[in-house]
């Protein structure tokens, strides 16, 4: 493996630009075609679709169906959910590595378990709860339920154990409070593993399918996901109209991904070797 | 103010609506609903026994656990092919990672909606592929005796869209990580790894990618591609649960919650193995 031959390196060459034809065509195809210019049978059976001003194709959809709308919808309950589920995983982490609790095992044992309940198996409570907060149509009930991550509290709790406890006691020393700490020490300088927490939840919660689909009635207040989904269904003739709508939701996940790449990869085992 | 309660917050959203939410199913399934979705009293097995003497349960389970295997094991095969080609010495490393970082910003609504169109049997480029190389025009879609096969196929398409990527970078990242090591233990990364503290990352983050798989994302793909389709041929677990309980105002919570513990039973299940495997190799190995 290491030694690479010429014949190994050529392959694993090779392999590479194989995969990454597959990985990528879809990405390009989804973009590319999403400029091409309707039917003609399409553009016959809808010729106001355009209004004044819309002159390329993305801004056709988004004129015509509202779907920046739908990308504003997801903008708060992604920010909340992101922010929320960084908050409380870093309180919680925090509590199992550095406070004397009782229990600390069981209690953290109870975080984890969440992360093994299938969100579908207790969808229908959600609902019923939800629907009778009278949160159905708002960013609450969008939100909500995601405020805690299981798996954002275990992420953090591994990078808190290998903080040096040097600086853990000469923080005490200065009289640094537990949240003075947490605030001025720890957090900063686990900033990579925040970015990795937070960049995950957000890809998450943009991409949400499911429950937003429960809790969101009026098109209004449909998240752009879901949007896609009915695009596809109303406009099944125009590809281009339809991937225009997966542009618009993938710009900013793509965003994300290539800039915060690096975080991902250093934050998720930042903290796996002490 | 020596003992904050820190933790607190995250409880009680996992209270109300992981726990409470684990017991009111549970609870639900042995009741009754009527038309417009109350509970309509308790009755007792009556939802288990009827989904268990329902052929289409059956059927739904085979899917599912069909739809599972197809994308689980590609998608983590490949994964661990990536993993070890970018473990060697490569130029334009940073280019790769980037590249293959991209599916993980495809939510699955986006990339279904990408390969119904790439499934076009008109239009769609894979017929047109295809027809190079002489083959008629296939209905991926709605041809009975495949969609199954195009789950998996479309799934692994996808995998690169969606599961398989976002495992890849977990365990390229394991391996990439334990490259630092000598590199005569490369070769055993299935293995190697798990003696890894990164082993406990990847540990947490595949499964529960895996799980998403067969879990939300199922749910979407179905949805968009081929809405149960045809003949209940691609109804799997997830999609029978929003089947019964949403689809057309539905609301047979009772009957969909049975089917919903059913659900979580098997991911369970799925995840003791899982753990089970996990563990011995990891601690005692």
Redesign the interface.
């Known amino acids: 493996?290491?030694t690479?031959s010429t014949g190994s390196?050529i392959f694993?060459?090779l392999?590479?630009v194989v995969?990454?034809l597959?990985?990528?065509f879809?990405?390009y195809?989804?973009s590319s075609?999403a400029s091409w210019g309707p039917r003609t049978a399409t553009r016959s059976r809808r010729p106001s679709s355009r209004s004044a001003g819309c002159t390329r194709r993305t801004s056709a959809t988004s004129c015509r169906s509202s779907r920046w709308a739908a990308v504003r919808q997801l903008r708060a309950p992604t920010a909340a959910i992101t922010i929320g589920q960084v908050?409380?995983?870093a309180?919680?982490a925090?509590?199992?590595v550095f406070?004397?609790?009782r229990k600390r095992g069981l209690?953290f044992g109870?975080?984890l378990s969440?992360?093994?309940?299938?969100?579908?198996?207790?969808?229908?409570?959600?609902?019923?709860?939800v629907s009778t907060w009278g949160l159905k149509n708002t960013v609450a009930g969008l939100a909500?339920?995601?405020?805690?991550?299981?798996?954002g509290?275990?992420?953090l709790r591994?990078s808190f154990l290998g903080f040096p406890t040097e600086l853990r006691d000469a923080a005490r020393v200065d009289g640094a409070?537990?949240?003075r700490f947490l605030w001025s020490i720890l957090l900063p300088l686990s900033r990579p593993t925040l970015a990795a927490l937070g960049i995950y939840s957000a890809?998450s919660a943009?991409?949400?399918?499911?429950w937003p689909?429960?809790v969101t009635e009026a098109p209004s207040d449909q998240t752009i996901?879901?949007g896609?989904?009915q695009?596809?269904t109303s406009d099944g003739q125009d590809?281009g109209l339809?991937?225009a709508?997966?542009v618009l939701?993938?710009i900013p996940?793509?965003l994300?991904?290539?800039f915060g790449?690096r975080f991902?990869?250093r934050g998720?085992?930042a903290g796996?070797?002490? | 103010m020596d003992r904050p309660g820190l933790p607190r917050p995250a409880l009680v959203v996992f209270a109300l609506f992981v726990f409470y939410p684990l017991v009111r199913s549970i609870v639900l399934s042995f009741q009754g609903t009527d038309i417009i979705g109350r509970p309509a009293g308790f009755v007792g097995g009556d939802n288990y026994a009827q989904m268990f003497s329902d052929p289409d349960f059956g059927q739904t389970i085979l899917v599912t656990v069909a739809f599972v295997v197809a994308t689980v094991v590609p998608s983590i095969a490949i994964a661990l092919a990536i993993a070890l080609a970018l473990q060697g010495r490569i130029r334009g490393i940073r280019f790769f990672r980037t590249a293959f970082a991209l599916p993980f910003a495809f939510s699955v609504a986006t990339a279904s909606v990408v390969f119904q169109v790439l499934y076009n049997p008109a239009s769609g480029v894979l017929n047109g592929l295809l027809s190079y190389i002489g083959v008629g025009p296939v209905q991926w879609l709605t041809n009975p005796t495949w969609p199954c096969g195009r789950c998996a196929r479309r799934r692994c398409g996808c995998s690169w869209a969606t599961t398989c990527s976002s495992s890849a970078p977990g365990s390229a990242r394991s391996t990439r990580r334990s490259s630092r090591r000598p590199r005569s233990t490369a070769p055993r990364v299935a293995a190697q790894p798990v003696d890894h503290p990164a082993a406990h990352h990847a540990a947490a983050v595949l499964p529960r990618r895996h799980r998403d798989g067969p879990g939300p994302a199922e749910l979407r793909q179905i949805k968009i591609l081929t809405v149960g389709g045809p003949e209940r041929r691609t109804t799997t677990l997830v999609y029978s649960i929003y089947d019964q309980a949403f689809n057309n105002n539905n609301s047979n919570f009772g009957y969909a919650s049975a089917q919903a513990v059913v659900l979580l039973l098997v991911v369970l299940a799925v995840t003791a193995v899982q753990f089970g495997i996990l563990e011995r190799k990891v601690f005692y190995r």
């Open positions: 493996m290491r690479s390196r694993t060459y392999f590479l995969l990454l597959l990985v990528v879809p990405v195809y989804g075609a908050v409380t995983s309180l919680a925090y509590a199992f406070l004397p609790l209690w109870l975080f969440t992360m093994m309940i299938p969100f579908e198996a207790i969808i229908i409570p959600n609902y019923l709860t909500l339920p995601f405020l805690a991550s299981g798996f509290t275990f992420l591994q409070g537990h949240l890809l943009w991409n949400m399918y499911f689909l429960l996901q879901i896609i989904g695009l596809q590809p339809v991937l709508g997966v939701a993938l996940t793509l994300l991904v290539v790449q991902i990869v998720l085992t796996a070797v002490k």
